[in-house]
């Protein structure tokens, strides 16, 4: 029994969350305490929720964003999304492009793309589920720790963690051929432990990705490439958007240090936290 610990919360406990549970006479337990979380996963509620937290994952080492290259395309603002939260929430972050084996010659906005965020820095990982591909540099990176994929529904995430560990055995699920969009079959995240050491969450597919905790001026401290311009801008509370003086566009326009397609995508986050509107990622 424990009290709910924050009102504007969903989801009182979640996967990765540390308890005590009391064990009855009947090999049934109760949970009597919940510890306080290191890290989370947590993204702004979608429908009659939106104003609420929803937290996907707790005490979490590294979130990896799983992608395909094709069926479904990748979604570079869902990526983003992730990824201003990860930083926010001050956890690891890399992206997986799955279906490798699909990537046609002309292809190149899913290359363009892949390319964009290694450039940035960021761990990128090509893998096939179907060919076994890049899967045993996956494996490396999740052992010894504990990590959580998410992504859209139809990308391979399950397919993936059945090829590093078969015994799991995960629902896999195929692309709808019309609309060229995952089905959910993982309907509940879990908590997987890997025999070469740590654990791995998988979480159901998602369509949104609402911010959290975030003002519109702190949004540039979260995209890796802005934060080290922020202090030389003219405004200390520069948005980045409008305004003269800003270092942000000064390096956007004048030496290309900043993507035309990355600040695309600050914009529209942007105008979402001002909203405050969860708006589905296109």
Same mark, same amino acid.
């Given at each position: 029994?424990?009290?709910?610990?924050?009102?504007?919360?969903?989801?009182?406990?979640?996967?990765?969350?540390?308890?005590?549970? $009391?064990?009855?006479?009947?090999?049934?337990?109760?949970?009597?305490?919940?510890?306080?979380?290191?890290?989370?996963?947590?993204?702004?509620?979608?429908?009659?929720?939106?104003?609420?937290?929803?937290?996907?994952?707790?005490?979490?080492?590294?979130?990896?964003?799983?992608?395909?290259?094709?069926?479904? $395309?990748?979604?570079?603002?869902?990526?983003?999304?992730?990824?201003?939260?990860?930083?926010?929430?001050?956890?690891?972050?890399?992206?997986?492009?799955?279906?490798?084996?699909?990537?046609?010659?002309?292809?190149?906005?899913?290359?363009?793309?892949?390319? $964009?965020?290694?450039?940035? @820095?960021?761990?990128?990982?090509?893998?096939?589920?179907?060919?076994?591909?890049?899967?045993?540099? =996956?494996?490396?990176? =999740?052992?010894?720790?504990?990590?959580?994929?998410?992504?859209?529904?139809?990308?391979?995430?399950?397919?993936?963690?059945?090829?590093?560990?078969?015994?799991?055995?995960?629902?896999?699920?195929?692309?709808?051929?019309?609309?060229?969009?995952?089905?959910?079959?993982?309907? &509940?995240?879990?908590?997987?432990?890997?025999?070469?050491?740590?654990?791995?969450?998988?979480?159901?597919?998602?369509?949104?990705? @609402?911010?959290?905790?975030?003002?519109?001026?702190?949004? +540039?401290?979260?995209?890796?490439?802005?934060?080290?311009?922020? &202090?030389?801008?003219?405004?200390?509370?520069?948005?980045?958007?409008?305004?003269? @003086?800003?270092?942000?566009?000064?390096?956007?326009?004048?030496?290309?240090?900043?993507? +035309?397609?990355?600040?695309?995508?600050?914009?529209?986050?942007?105008?979402?936290?001002?909203?405050?509107?969860?708006?589905?990622?296109?």
């Amino acid at each position: 029994k424990f009290r709910l610990r924050d009102e504007d919360q969903t989801n009182p406990v979640v996967v990765g969350d540390r308890v005590t549970i $009391r064990l009855n006479e009947d090999d049934t337990g109760l949970i009597i305490e919940l510890h306080p979380r290191d890290k989370v996963l947590a993204r702004r509620a979608s429908g009659h929720q939106a104003t609420r937290e929803h937290v996907l994952v707790a005490n979490v080492d590294v979130v990896w964003i799983v992608q395909a290259v094709r069926h479904p $395309r990748p979604q570079p603002g869902f990526i983003d999304r992730v990824l201003v939260t990860a930083e926010r929430w001050e956890l690891s972050a890399g992206i997986v492009f799955n279906k490798m084996d699909l990537l046609r010659e002309d292809d190149d906005e899913a290359r363009a793309i892949m390319e $964009r965020y290694a450039d940035l @820095g960021y761990d990128v990982l090509r893998t096939s589920a179907e060919t076994g591909a890049g899967v045993p540099t =996956l494996r490396e990176r =999740l052992e010894g720790r504990t990590s959580v994929v998410t992504g859209p529904s139809g990308v391979g995430k399950s397919s993936l963690l059945n090829e590093i560990e078969p015994d799991l055995d995960l629902r896999t699920g195929e692309v709808s051929e019309r609309s060229k969009e995952g089905r959910h079959v993982t309907t &509940n995240a879990a908590l997987h432990a890997l025999s070469g050491g740590g654990y791995v969450a998988d979480t159901p597919g998602v369509r949104s990705f @609402g911010l959290l905790e975030i003002e519109p001026t702190e949004l +540039a401290h979260y995209f890796v490439e802005m934060k080290p311009l922020v &202090n030389d801008c003219r405004f200390p509370d520069c948005t980045h958007d409008h305004e003269p @003086g800003c270092a942000v566009k000064e390096a956007l326009e004048d030496d290309g240090a900043i993507s +035309a397609a990355r600040y695309a995508s600050y914009l529209k986050l942007l105008e979402a936290l001002r909203t405050q509107k969860t708006e589905k990622w296109e």
